[in-house]
């Protein structure tokens, strides 16, 4: 795992969902979910991390932290991040978090939706061969209805997969993170063995 060369709840009553002193299985698989706001990089806006949150192959989390940004916040995108400015006053510091993601996942299956997105706001990489990306598995674009290429919303998947509605409004990590896991746990048999055929 490296760092890229040129990159090195809801609520304000926020609370870490792991209990202190409570172990939880780093498992074989893990997904990842982030909340962004947007920022500026000169004059240009970019997407900024806010929140990353990391569960299990049990859906049990890990990880769950609001993330102080490295650059001034213009816009929070409360009604999706769902990301408020008192939620970022006491944050951990982008670069510790960075390195304890990077620590958390690596030599780890990957499991997430849009994931690019996601590493690109965190400034990480990871091995090719241990992503599982929901937005870009062919049958799961069937399931819904989706032109060959074209990602279907995490939304559409929780809804035609999983028979739940997420997203209504903010936006959730942890939940969002679980719900690929979910996604991921139905079709991992097929998804693996199509992987080990190439």
């Not at 816009?75 to 408020?84: A, D, H, L, Q």
């Not at 510790?96 to 690596?106: F, G, N, T, W, Y």
Request: proline share 3%; with cysteine; charged share 25%.
């Amino acid at each position: 795992l490296q760092k890229f060369a040129e990159r090195k709840s809801v609520a304000c009553s926020f609370k870490n969902i792991q209990k202190m002193g409570e172990k939880i299985e780093l498992t074989k698989e893990l997904a990842i979910d982030c909340e962004f706001v947007r920022g500026l990089a000169g004059e240009r806006e970019i997407s900024l991390l806010a929140r990353v949150s990391i569960v299990n192959a049990n859906g049990k989390c890990i990880m769950d932290k609001f993330v102080k940004p490295t650059q001034k916040v213009v816009n929070y995108c409360t009604f999706v991040s769902g990301i408020r400015p008192c939620d970022l006053i006491n944050a951990d510091p982008f670069d510790k978090v960075q390195c304890e993601v990077a620590k958390i996942i690596d030599g780890r299956i990957l499991v997430g939706h849009a994931l690019d997105n996601d590493l690109l706001v965190l400034k990480l990489t990871h091995p090719q061969k241990l992503i599982r990306d929901t937005s870009d598995y062919l049958p799961l674009q069937f399931i819904c209805r989706n032109s060959l290429g074209r990602r279907p919303a995490l939304k559409t998947l929780a809804k035609e997969v999983l028979g739940i509605n997420i997203q209504q409004g903010e936006h959730n990590s942890v939940i969002d993170a679980k719900t690929t896991m979910q996604i991921y746990n139905i079709y991992k048999k097929q998804w693996e063995a199509s992987l080990f055929l190439k």
